[in-house]
């Protein structure tokens, strides 16, 4: 596997089940992002770890809960999502502290929530 | 929150013809990229610029970075069917958190044969 995966590809799943995303990056990045693609509306950066804890986490609701166990996964567990909760869910991974910090995807789960 | 001003929102052109494309922000950045994201995947890294001024190459696509720091833009030459796909600029701001990209919402860009 080169770059950067994330499974499944494609989830549907009721109001009430909990299920995780999963993504690994095999470039040797320090950093990992979730980043949120709906439609007309610019991607949203949900959480970044950098070196395996938590820098950001930009007000996103408490029924999504990511868990980096380290510098080469990254989880999403869902709980409880609603249907506005549907969405491409973007991983993505970059080298830090490079002075030229490129963020490089994988090829999204693409979420729905019925 | 902030988003990057990219125009146009769609395009449909004839194979073999040049295509351009712009984002501008209000503010100014350090970097900025350019993606490409096909049906079903995630963006694809088109090209990265660092340098106000910059111009750089990849293949038929040409990038610059505005000498402002708050524009930029991406040509493609002698477009093909498979140039196909939403294109997005992305920003890193001068200030604040070097970490977050703020982004365009995309350029569809259709080719037709």
């Known amino acids: 596997e080169t770059g950067v995966t994330q499974t499944p590809r494609h989830l549907v799943m009721g109001m009430t089940n909990k299920k995780s995303l999963k993504c690994e990056q095999h470039?040797?990045?320090?950093?990992m992002y979730w980043y949120k693609q709906s439609a007309k509306k610019p991607l949203e950066l949900m959480f970044v770890y950098s070196l395996e804890e938590r820098v950001e986490n930009n007000s996103v609701p408490s029924r999504f809960s990511p868990e980096c166990p380290n510098s080469s996964h990254l989880f999403l567990h869902l709980h409880t999502l609603q249907p506005e909760d549907s969405a491409l869910y973007l991983c993505?991974?970059?080298?830090?502290?490079?002075?030229?910090?490129?963020?490089?995807f994988g090829p999204g789960t693409r979420l729905l929530v019925l | 929150g902030q988003q990057l001003n990219q125009s146009p929102q769609s395009m449909f052109i004839q194979e073999g013809e040049d295509v351009s494309m712009n984002c501008t922000s209000s503010?100014?950045?350090?970097?900025w990229l350019w993606y490409k994201q096909d049906p079903g995947e995630g963006p694809v890294l088109l090209i990265a610029?660092?340098?106000a001024g910059e111009l750089t190459s990849n293949g038929r696509l040409t990038a610059q970075f505005g000498i402002t720091r708050k524009d930029s833009f991406l040509n493609i030459s002698a477009s093909i069917p498979s140039d196909v796909g939403i294109y997005f600029c992305?920003?890193?701001?001068?200030?604040?958190?070097?970490?977050?990209?703020?982004w365009g919402l995309g350029t569809s860009l259709a080719v037709n044969p």
């Open positions: 992305a920003g890193r701001p001068n200030a604040g958190n070097n970490r977050k990209l703020i």
């Open positions: 993505a991974s970059s080298q830090e502290w490079t002075g030229q910090e490129t963020q490089y």
């Open positions: 470039l040797g990045h320090n950093a």
């Open positions: 610029l660092y340098k």
């Open positions: 503010s100014i950045f350090n970097t």
